[in-house]
Nanobody, 130 residues
C-alpha cells in the first residue's frame, strides 16, 4: 500500500509563503502523475499541481499559476509545493496524491469530474488569514 507523509502546512498571513512536502513510500505504477489537490469545507476537491513521471510535464491550476510551483526529488521520493503570495481563498486541506496513466491536465480535473484519486495521504491544513 502506498503511504504518504505530508508536512509544511500551517497558518500564514495573506501574502506569505509555505512549502509543502510529501514523501511517498513507493511509486506503484510506471506511468503516473503525482501532485496535490485541495479541499475546503463544503467545496469539491480541486487539483492544484502535478508532475507526470514519464516526461516530467507539469500541470498547474489556473488560480495558482504564477504563485505556486511544484517540484520533485526522485532520489528522496519527495514532491514539493512551494506556495507564494498566498490568499485567503487558498485556505484548504492539501493532499498529496498519485494517479496512474493520466496527463497533468486530467489530474487537475479529476475533482471537477468526480473521479477518485487512486492514492492520497491524510493531508496538511493550510490556513491563510486576511
Amino acid at each position: 500500500e502506498v503511504q504518504f507523509v505530508e508536512s509544511g502546512g500551517g497558518l500564514v498571513q495573506a501574502g506569505g509563503s509555505l512549502r509543502l512536502s510529501c514523501v511517498v513510500s513507493e511509486y506503484p505504477f510506471p506511468d503516473f502523475s503525482i501532485g496535490w489537490f485541495r479541499q475546503a469545507p463544503g467545496k469539491e476537491r480541486e487539483g492544484v499541481a502535478c508532475i507526470r513521471s514519464t516526461d516530467g510535464s507539469l500541470g498547474i491550476e489556473d488560480s495558482v499559476k504564477g504563485r505556486f510551483t511544484i517540484s520533485n526529488d526522485n532520489a528522496k521520493n519527495t514532491v514539493y509545493l512551494q506556495m507564494n503570495s498566498l490568499k485567503p481563498e487558498d485556505t484548504a486541506r492539501y493532499y498529496c496524491a498519485v494517479v496512474s496513466n493520466v496527463t497533468p491536465s486530467e489530474f487537475l480535473n479529476m475533482g471537477r469530474l468526480g473521479y477518485a484519486f487512486e492514492y492520497w495521504g491524510h493531508g496538511t491544513q493550510v490556513t491563510v488569514s486576511s
